[in-house]
């Protein structure tokens, strides 16, 4: 049998290097293992014989007892973990190979080591939060801006909730109450009057004054509702400003216009014949009844208008815990601006309101004199209403000097806290808007 052609050179061996390069090249998986050693491959000696069968049981037959002295041998890319011997020692260099850490190890904290590391993250949670707390360039300049603006945002706590103590009142509609006064601001100028006189030729504002003072008078006498007086004096104002009416009329008007705001606001409907006797019979039952029907075809049976009553209720209460004397002096402020007929062309019955409750804290000194909440629920600022309430102030002062004392007597009794016999505020006329 011919020899079959040499194979060629495999390597063999066990020879054995230790500790050379190719264990500082070895993995990092495989160095953290303390009992094995890497080891590479001694190159073999040729085989230039045949390997028949019986030559190949041969070789197989020594590696088998090769690996008895020598056992089990794991190669992994030319390398190989060979399991030491029982009396091998580890070298120092191995040693310090294994305590030392590896920068990608990942280490267990112990129970002993929780508390630091809860620290650690507690302390980095502080400076993320710290990081989120630090304002944008942005957001410093619009507070800048609204600060130079004056916008800045008053807090909440400044302004009291008149409304919560009638949450349990169904007259007080405490869900609409807000609704029903933005109503109200909306739809007062409907209701306002322009300069009318110069288109009446036979009456003068001096004229005015006088009916005026004397609807009040009458109002007193019959102890009507404060909403009739206000209603009264809109009706009058409204006519004067659609119809040409000459002196002799001008009481009439009057009249005519106090019995249908009695009708309106009144549950006890005034008599006609209560107002013949209380003009003297200068009028008759059916003059009255006529001037009602031409007021109310004139207006179109328009009544129901914000009065400054209706504002002066609202704004009283914003006062927080007013007091009778603070009522009462505020009315009295409101009746002398009503009187005025500047007072009625130059402002609005909302403004005419806000500028009687601020000159009223002023006159009782009331501090502060223009809250927040006052500003919330009526809606103007202390410069909007000061102009007004100088008005209103001057005309408390001249008051006690006028002709027409029906308002400064009706405010100097008892009953009404003597409030017109208060100092009017110097120092508020003295302020420059």
Not at 131 to 157: F, H, M, N, Q, Y
Not at 283 to 307: G, N, R, S
Not at 311 to 339: C, H, Q, T, W
Request: proline share 4%.
């Amino acid at each position: 049998m011919e020899a079959r052609a040499a194979l060629p050179p495999q390597p063999r061996g066990e020879g054995k290097v230790k500790n050379e390069q190719g264990q500082r090249r070895s993995r990092q998986v495989l160095g953290d293992i303390g009992n094995v050693e890497v080891v590479r491959i001694a190159e073999a000696k040729q085989i230039t014989r045949p390997i028949t069968r019986s030559y190949h049981a041969q070789l197989l037959a020594a590696q088998a007892e090769a690996e008895k002295k020598n056992p089990v041998v794991a190669v992994v890319d030319d390398k190989v973990a060979v399991n030491r011997k029982c009396g091998a020692k580890v070298s120092k260099a191995q040693k310090k190979a294994i305590d030392k850490p590896k920068p990608e190890t990942i280490v267990a904290i112990s129970s002993g080591e929780e508390e630091k590391a809860i620290a650690v993250s507690g302390r980095k949670s502080r400076e993320r939060s710290l990081r989120k707390e630090v304002k944008t360039l942005t957001a410093i300049l619009t507070a800048r801006s609204k600060a130079a603006c004056g916008v800045t945002a008053k807090p909440e706590d400044q302004i009291v909730n008149i409304d919560v103590g009638g949450v349990n009142d169904d007259l007080a509609v405490v869900e609409y109450v807000d609704d029903i006064y933005k109503f109200y601001k909306l739809t007062e100028d409907e209701s306002r009057v322009h300069d009318y006189f110069n288109t009446q030729p036979d009456i003068n504002v001096k004229m005015r004054s006088i009916l005026i003072d004397w609807l009040i008078d009458v109002h007193r006498r019959l102890e009507l509702m404060p909403e009739t007086l206000y209603l009264t004096i809109n009706i009058v104002d409204r006519y004067l400003s659609m119809k040409i009416v000459s002196r002799r009329e001008l009481q009439l008007v009057g009249m005519s216009s106090m019995l249908l705001a009695c009708k309106y606001e009144e549950s006890y409907c005034l008599q006609v014949h209560d107002l013949v006797c209380i003009s003297d019979y200068a009028y008759t039952d059916t003059q009255i009844l006529v001037m009602e029907k031409a007021i109310l075809e004139k207006l179109e049976w328009y009544l129901t208008v914000p009065t400054p009553y209706v504002f002066l209720v609202r704004y009283i209460k914003a006062s927080v815990a007013p007091d009778l004397e603070m009522e009462n002096m505020v009315f009295f402020l409101a009746e002398l601006g009503l009187m005025h007929y500047p007072t009625t062309i130059l402002y609005c019955p909302s403004m005419i309101a806000a500028a009687a409750v601020f000159a009223a804290r002023c006159t009782l000194n009331k501090t502060p004199f223009w809250s927040e909440t006052l500003k919330h629920y009526s809606g103007y600022s202390e410069e909007q209403i000061m102009d007004c309430a100088k008005l209103l102030v001057g005309f408390h002062s001249a008051a006690a000097e006028s002709k027409l004392k029906v308002v400064y007597g009706k405010y100097s009794s008892s009953d009404r806290g003597a409030v017109a016999l208060f100092t009017p505020p110097k120092s508020l006329l003295a302020r420059s808007t």
